[in-house]
């Protein structure tokens, strides 16, 4: 079986970050500002090792034709990351998990052709920007630094979660790329408005309750709206 196949047989039902109780998610919230509150503003470099990948490599797979074999899996979080350039020698990898470190950039992602599944939560992320990833189908950004939406393209892309960041404006998510997104986790942002949310798919929306009331359709209901519950 090759990667391709493998690949058309992902579940995005695997989406952890849309599975989770409210309860966890307000402990997780309060657990990233006090490490924030407690991080000093700089880091000393400390760059992804090849020790680091043995340690957080599994998930044995096919790759290619199906003759050769790969890890797939990596999960390096709270490691105090500052660089994870050593990713782009690792192409085959399909789930990765670089959450709770120190990251700013993510472009060596982009050598990935294979993501399906990403989550850098807890980072000091600016942007969600990565070129398009063919067959990524769930991305989680949540508590990092990130100002705007622009750079998302991913036409496979179910879940995206831009939780506790600082977006005032939703620009740039195409509703012509992103024609498998159906769910946007906004909360914990200083949004403005719902302009810019135009998703086809789109069935469950994360923001605050006072807005999705005004996020109507022609008949007045609201449209592809989920709340939480407070």
Not at 67 to 74: D, E, I, S, T
Not at 91 to 119: A, G, Q
Not at 134 to 147: E, G, M, R, V
Not at 173 to 190: C, W
Request: proline content about 4%; charged content about 30%.
């Amino acid at each position: 079986m090759s990667d391709e196949d493998d690949l058309e047989d992902f579940d995005p039902d695997q989406d952890d970050f849309e599975k989770e109780e409210d309860e966890k998610e307000t402990e997780e919230e309060e657990d990233y500002r006090k490490e924030g509150e407690e991080f000093p503003e700089e880091w000393l470099p400390n760059p992804l090792t090849e020790d680091m990948m043995k340690e957080g490599l599994s998930l044995l797979c096919k790759t290619g034709s199906g003759l050769g074999h790969a890890y797939v899996k990596l999960e390096v979080k709270e490691r105090d990351l500052t660089d994870i350039y050593l990713l782009r020698s690792y192409i085959h990898l399909r789930y990765v998990d670089v959450s709770e470190n120190h990251l700013t950039d993510l472009s060596p992602l982009n050598h990935l052709t294979h993501l399906l599944w990403l989550k850098a939560d807890g980072n000091r992320l600016r942007s969600a920007q990565l070129n398009e990833r063919p067959y990524l189908q769930t991305a989680s950004f949540a508590y990092n630094q990130i100002t705007d939406t622009e750079g998302i393209s991913h036409p496979r892309l179910g879940s995206l979660n831009l939780k506790g960041n600082s977006i005032r404006m939703v620009t740039g998510l195409d509703p012509q790329k992103l024609i498998s997104l159906h769910t946007v986790e906004l909360r914990g942002n200083q949004l403005e408005s719902t302009l810019g949310i135009n998703l086809p798919k789109l069935k469950n929306l994360y923001l605050v309750a006072h807005w999705a009331i005004g996020w109507c359709g022609e008949e007045g209901t609201v449209l592809g709206v989920r709340m939480p519950v407070f």
